[in-house]
């Protein structure tokens, strides 16, 4: 008899995906320290999400990309913060593997009220969007000490 899996990965499944066709793999963020470094590096906020973003260090372990998600109380109750976060998690399978960078951190934040009621597609749009001013150039309001 075979056990059901207890752990669910970002890592995508199924034939048609994104990160088949393009041979990036999206890993999960599990550490305590690693959602913290992301918190101290760059951010981006959009209407639907927040997304902090950080380069790996050359002397950190594992490649490609590595998603984590955060949704608090603020967001709802249970049920809610569950949708929220199977939301961002969808977003994450279908445009990292395109967009994101390899050796790159990501973290999306879940908003109260906007995450969960705004349309996929905006939340798609938002995260484009968010991505390509974090791998642009830097400006002030995003150095932030370390």
Known sequence: MTRPA????LETTGSGSAARASGRSIAPLRRRADFLRAARARRQGTPGFLLQARRRDADEPGEGIRVGLTC?????NAVTRN?????LRALAREILPEAGHPGWDYVLVGRPGATVTRDFAALRADLLRALEAVHGPRQKSQDRPQ
């Open 6 to 9: 207890t752990c669910r990965t």
């Open 72 to 76: 608090s109380k603020k967001i709802g």
């Open 83 to 87: 949708r929220c976060k199977r939301r």
